[in-house]
């Protein structure tokens, strides 16, 4: 069987500068992973490293609801998808691992008795009336190729497209979310995720104190709100602090890739990226 990573990076090129370095960490950590992108930009020389360069197809809607049709597009049997803002620290199998322990689909999760999702669970249909339902960051998704996942995607794009307002399904702006429909399909179907998230991948969302990301050297150690301290294989840059965070390990892994020992290249990248941003002001 097939097994692969798969990223998403259409619209602006940002986008595809972080799928760029998101493979060169997969490449560096685990370099026998194969890897595909989906793109609207397939020319774009920071997607040259990919094994697999996948046409987007803006007929099946907008980014959120792209998600929501990723097994569609992935050339493999057993994909891990990755968004593009996130970065490897060290090899995936034990990411893997988690995964196919797991049912046919997988998310990174925990499970609660309330989702912060649904604005009123008296909205929802007595169907998708759960004991416990999935919470999850939609950095990390797990598929294998099968008709459960297939269906499970497919009830979630209709979720997403027919009923997300009618369900009290919360907006991320002003716009539909595809985290809330696979959550809610997700807890209907009984497939509750993969809940082991310290090593395997976690959000910056709850960050708490400093982080000690250090990918020269392949270790990424934090706490999270919950007072959790987390060492994942996989961060997923999203919050308030993550953007700054994601350039300066960008600039280390860059140092790192050049030649640069794993040390110095985390205690120059700070030092880096302020200089550049103090030119960049000028």
């Known amino acids: 069987m097939s097994r692969g990573v798969l990223t998403l ?8 500068q972080w799928a760029g370095y998101l493979q060169k960490s997969i490449s560096r950590f685990d370099p026998g992973c194969q890897l595909a992108v989906v793109t609207d930009v397939p020319d774009s020389p920071y997607l040259r490293g990919f094994d697999h360069v996948i046409d987007f197809d803006p007929a ?44 046919d689909v997988g998310v990174a999760a925990r499970l609660v008795d309330k989702p912060y999702w649904c604005s009123d669970l008296a909205l929802l249909p007595e169907e998708y009336l759960c004991s416990s339902y999935v919470e999850h960051n939609g950095g990390l998704m797990f598929w294998r190729r099968t008709g459960l996942a297939s269906d499970t995607f497919a009830e979630a794009r209709d979720v997403y497209a027919n009923h997300y307002r009618e369900f009290g399904l919360h907006l991320f702006g002003e716009r539909p979310n595809d985290e809330p429909p696979l959550a809610l399909v997700m807890s209907r179907r009984g497939l509750l995720g993969i809940q082991e998230s310290r090593h395997t991948m976690r959000s910056l969302a709850g960050l708490v104190g400093q982080p000690r990301l250090r990918i020269g050297r392949g270790t990424a150690e ?19 602090r993550a953007r700054e965070l994601h350039a300066i390990e960008i600039i280390a892994l860059r140092l790192s890739l050049l030649g640069v020992p794993g040390p110095l290249a985390d205690g120059l990248a700070p030092t880096v990226r302020a200089v550049r941003r103090r030119l960049t002001a000028r």
């Open 60 to 103: 099946r809607g907008e980014p959120y609801l792209q998600k929501l049709w990723l097994p569609e597009y992935s050339p493999f049997d057993e994909t891990l998808f990755l968004d593009a803002d996130c970065l490897v620290y060290r090899g995936l199998d034990h990411v893997w691992q988690s995964a196919l322990a797991g049912p």
């Open 222 to 240: 934090f706490t999270v709100y919950e007072g959790e301290v987390v060492r994942p294989a996989v961060v997923h840059f999203t919050g308030p």
């Open 9 to 16: 990076a259409s619209g602006p090129e940002r986008f595809q």
